[in-house]
């Protein structure tokens, strides 16, 4: 079901994105960290292929020269596999990691650790088979998946067969010379060739799926109108939100009205006796906030300021006397004003391209 028809018309809020963040629910596409660990393992593979086969050569001489002679039972035995094992595994593993770690930083911008996605929770133990069915399969996301593995597999078998195709009568050729290592050699290098070239597909493939990773968390992260006024309230009440408040406060009172006009979103007017300047910072607040204001010669000067930055202008009489009658410099805009502050909002440019 679309948001909208939820009720959830409105899009998410900072506050609630840094919370979901916190909880380890961010935007963000399996199939890039797949694709990325699937590319560097393959190239490392390539890259070490000789010390690989050199390795795994000795050991399999070791075993057979020594089995005749010594108990299988040796402990000479198991020393001797595990020291070739880790060095032909390690850097694979070490490489798979690096590169699922990379991955996920690149997508979410940063390190995110949290216990929440793994917290024991019965609902989770509890089989949910409609439910289960209803997401994976009968749904526009669950078909999407479905229709995205099955394009995987044809990539995969036609790119398989263009390379095997070009290089058949090649391979053909050197088996009938009974050239065994070299046949090895033809194949491993097919192999490569299909597995490095299938990675950077599904690489480039990636990215989209990613954005619409992105697009869907959106629309699960979008909230309703009485979910926005609530999470006003509970702001007021987080001790970090207000001393932000606080701390903005003792800024813009320490300012000079210059520059505080200069860095704001818009000035409110009444059209000489009143002004008002706003600014919005969804980092601080989930409400434009009031940066400053005037009355008559400080009320020309703050339009000519804003004139003189390129801030917008506008009029609108009993707004500007509302805000600047009730709200102080430093508060954020009280709820009765929110919507009408939202239309002038979403007038701004600057504003219309965030949306977009």
Do not use: W
């Amino acid at each position: 079901m679309a948001a909208e028809d939820e009720g959830r018309t409105e899009q998410p809020s900072e506050y609630k994105l840094e919370k979901a963040r916190k909880e380890g629910r961010v935007a963000k596409s399996q199939e890039i960290s797949g694709a990325l660990v699937l590319l560097l393992c393959v190239v490392t593979i390539v890259f070490l292929s000789r010390f690989i086969f050199s390795e795994i050569i000795t050991i399999f001489k070791f075993f057979f020269t020594q089995c005749s002679t010594y108990d299988v039972k040796n402990p000479a035995f198991l020393p001797a596999f595990f020291d070739v094992f880790i060095k032909c595994v390690l850097p694979l593993g070490l490489i798979s990691a690096v590169a699922a770690v990379a991955g996920n930083i690149i997508q979410t911008r940063g390190f995110i650790f949290s216990l929440k996605p793994i917290e024991p929770k019965f609902s989770k133990i509890v089989p949910k088979f409609g439910e289960y069915f209803k997401k994976t399969i009968f749904s526009a996301k669950g078909l999407f998946n479905v229709a995205k593995s099955i394009g995987k597999v044809a990539v995969i078998c036609f790119v398989g067969y263009l390379y095997i195709k070009k290089d058949l009568f090649v391979l053909i050729d050197i088996i009938d010379n009974g050239n065994v290592a070299g046949a090895l050699g033809q194949v491993a290098r097919m192999a490569a060739q299909i597995l490095i070239t299938v990675a950077v597909i599904f690489l480039a493939i990636s990215i989209p799926d990613y954005f619409i990773a992105r697009h869907d968390f959106m629309e699960e992260m979008k909230m309703t109108k009485q979910e926005v006024k609530e999470e006003y309230k509970e702001m007021e009440g987080d001790p970090e939100v207000k001393a932000k408040l606080q701390q903005m406060q003792r800024q813009l009172l320490s300012q000079n009205v210059r520059k505080a006009v200069s860095e704001s979103d818009v000035v409110i007017a009444n059209p000489t006796h009143f002004a008002v300047a706003l600014k919005y910072d969804n980092t601080v607040a989930s409400s434009p906030m009031v940066y400053a204001k005037g009355e008559d010669n400080k009320a020309l000067a703050i339009r000519r300021i804003a004139e003189e930055n390129s801030i917008p202008v506008v009029e609108d009489r009993p707004m500007a006397r509302e805000l600047y009658t009730n709200v102080e410099v430093g508060d954020i805009i009280p709820d009765i004003y929110l919507s009408l502050i939202a239309q002038i909002y979403t007038h701004l440019d600057k504003f219309k391209n965030l949306r977009n």
